[in-house]
């Protein structure tokens, strides 16, 4: 692995139905980050994660949950999906030194 | 509340020079960065200022002015990979980054 990796590529969901999006780094970074990418829209982050251990809430948290076992892996589930889930999601990390945040290569997913 | 502008789309010729504007009002500054994204991949980091002033790498360069709330992203020598949305994101107070909706540039030969 190098960098961030994010699985699925592509999903289409039915409505009500459970989801995890995986997400793992090998750059040690502490930080993890989820957002969501809708067209028209900036990135709108959903949850955090400063360090292995503690998450918290971005911009746009409700339907969205995360969990943080580790420093590699962010996963981040969806409980229930609806439509209006239907987005391009990525994860990033950041280094502690400049914060600069890097990007995995993203799951596009469609609830219908 | 706290708002990223940048224009939407912009259009100009191989080899010429381009400026991409980016004004924010945000709860707090403590930097500024712009990303490129190529349709269908992930954001990849182009530059960081957190101090006012110019930052130039290679063909790009990127001001900002902290009193103005203003930055620009200037492309020099344009190339069609240059072909890309623009993204510029602030870090806020609470140092987490608030995202323009992307300038979507066109190269045309």
């Known amino acids: 692995i190098a960098g961030i990796t994010q699985a699925p590529t592509s999903q289409i969901l039915a409505a009500g139905r459970r989801m995890t999006l995986r997400c793992t780094q090998d750059m040690r970074h502490n930080a993890m980050y989820w957002y969501r990418q809708d067209l028209g829209l900036g990135l709108r982050l959903i949850h955090y994660?400063?360090?292995?251990?503690?998450?918290g809430k971005g911009e746009v948290p409700d339907g969205y949950s995360v969990s943080r076992a580790n420093t590699d892996d962010f996963p981040l589930t969806l409980a229930s999906a609806v439509p209006s889930q239907t987005s391009v999601y990525f994860c990033?990390?950041?280094?502690?030194?400049?914060?600069?945040?890097?990007f995995g290569p993203g799951t596009r997913l469609t609830v219908l | 509340g706290q708002n990223i502008d940048q224009p939407t789309e912009m259009t100009a010729t191989e080899g010429a020079i381009v400026q991409i504007n980016c004004t924010y009002q945000t709860s707090g500054f403590n930097g500024l960065f712009w990303y490129q994204q190529h349709a269908g991949e992930a954001p990849t980091f182009l530059s960081y200022?957190?101090l006012d002033g110019l930052e130039e790498k290679g063909r790009f360069s990127s001001f900002l002015s902290r009193s103005k709330g203003y930055s620009y992203l200037l492309l020099k020598e344009l190339q069609m990979k240059d072909s890309a949305s623009y993204l510029c994101?602030?870090?806020?107070?609470?140092?987490?980054?608030?995202w323009g909706a992307g300038t979507k540039l066109i190269i045309k030969p």
């Open positions: 200022n957190v």
């Open positions: 994660s400063n360090t292995a251990g503690t998450t």
């Open positions: 994101a602030v870090r806020d107070s609470n140092y987490q980054l608030i």
């Open positions: 990033a990390s950041s280094d502690s030194d400049t914060d600069t945040q890097y």
